[in-house]
């Protein structure tokens, strides 16, 4: 069973920068791709970054990319989310997630392709 822990979140100002981290634990960290991806009320999950197994591939979603960078320590078995020049509108619960399939070639921005969640972090950007 893979257990995904985030860590990282909090209150901050617009422009602020916070690093969120996703400690995994269960099976062979290295061979996953790993995502985050994050969700308000009432609204669907929405993709923010992925990254292969071997980090060599990233992904971002439009709304974050050059403010948002993903990064994975496959030593501590932790996949990282920096975020810089944070935005009201990046007010969200924050969610890390890992590959159902081992290898995979891409960073998967389709939720349906992980299948372990985190429980989340909250992250609050006040104007």
């Known amino acids: 069973q893979v257990h995904l822990v985030e860590s990282g979140g909090g209150l901050v100002q617009a422009g602020d920068s916070l690093r969120l981290s996703c400690a995994a634990s269960?099976?062979?960290?290295?061979?996953?791709?790993m995502g985050w991806f994050r969700q308000t009320p009432g609204k669907e999950r929405e993709f923010v970054a992925a990254?292969?197994?071997?980090?060599?591939?990233?992904r971002f979603a439009g709304s974050v990319k050059g403010r948002f960078t993903i990064s994975r320590d496959n030593a501590w078995n932790t996949v990282y989310l920096q975020m810089n020049s944070l935005k009201p509108e990046d007010t969200a619960v924050y969610y890390c997630a890992e590959d159902r399939i081992a290898g995979r070639r891409d960073a998967s921005p389709n939720q349906y392709d992980y299948s372990y969640w985190g429980q989340g972090t909250q992250v609050t950007v006040s104007s």
């Open positions: 990254i292969t197994w071997s980090g060599a591939r990233l």
């Open positions: 269960g099976r062979s960290f290295n061979d996953y791709a």
